[in-house]
């Protein structure tokens, strides 16, 4: 974002003096010129205004940028490892199946959720849901699911179904920890999964009620 609005303002510092680029062609310009002057104070001032709070994100931006690169340790992922130790233990506890689903608004906090959670005791029973399945984790389940239910009703030829219904089986059978996307807020079923975690919460509390509806369902 910074690079983008340098750019803006290389752009405007490049821009050529109209009148000194017409003056060549018209002579009467001059005295229109004049009258353009006039004008343009009021618009070069803004136009100052402009390019220093311009530049001011920038150097905002920058000095963002650092900061997030000095970070080592991510307090909120580092709260997620506590609170998930203590939902598991009271699960235990209470004789309920110890199973979490994770979710998050991106696919980038996906992959930062996967690899604090991969190295714990958690990850060997990691599940990845989002809208498009691609990842290796993901495909190597499907594949043996496809092996598995071969010349079976339950293939039903569609690859991103087949995929999706793959990755909530193993969930169910293998799987301890799932980390959804919002792809994962509709159209399955989790009923037999005990705990739900908003890592992250969307702006539409709709959003939320259908989260949860995956593992708390009527009927």
């Known amino acids: 974002m910074a690079n983008r609005l340098q750019g803006v303002l290389d752009d405007a510092a490049n821009l050529p003096d109209l009148a000194e680029e017409l003056d060549e062609d018209y002579e009467s310009l001059d005295e229109t010129a004049d009258e353009w002057n006039d004008q343009a104070l009021d618009a070069s001032s803004s136009a100052r205004n402009e390019h220093d709070a311009i530049s001011n994100e920038i150097a905002d931006l920058r000095h963002f940028k650092t900061l997030a690169a000095n970070i ?20 235990e506890r209470l004789g309920a199946a110890k199973k979490a689903i994770i979710f998050t608004e991106s696919k980038r906090t996906q992959e930062y959720l996967l690899s604090l959670l991969e190295n714990t005791s958690y990850g060997e029973g990691i599940v990845l849901f989002n809208g498009t399945n691609s990842d290796a984790r993901a495909q190597t389940i499907y594949k043996e699911w496809l092996k598995q239910h071969e010349g ?9 179904a087949d995929t999706r219904a793959g990755l909530v089986e193993y969930f169910k059978e293998r799987g301890t920890v799932m980390i959804a996307t919002e792809a994962g807020a ?5 009923q037999f999964c005990s705990l739900v975690i908003n890592y992250d919460l969307p702006w539409n509390p709709q959003r939320i009620e259908q989260r949860i509806g ?3 369902r009527y009927g």
């Open 72 to 91: 080592r340790d991510n307090a909120k992922g580092m709260a997620l490892l506590t609170a998930l130790d203590r939902a598991f233990a009271e699960l």
């Open 152 to 160: 079976t009703d339950r293939i039903t030829g569609s690859k991103t």
């Open 214 to 216: 995956r593992c708390h």
């Open 186 to 190: 509709e159209g399955i079923n989790l």
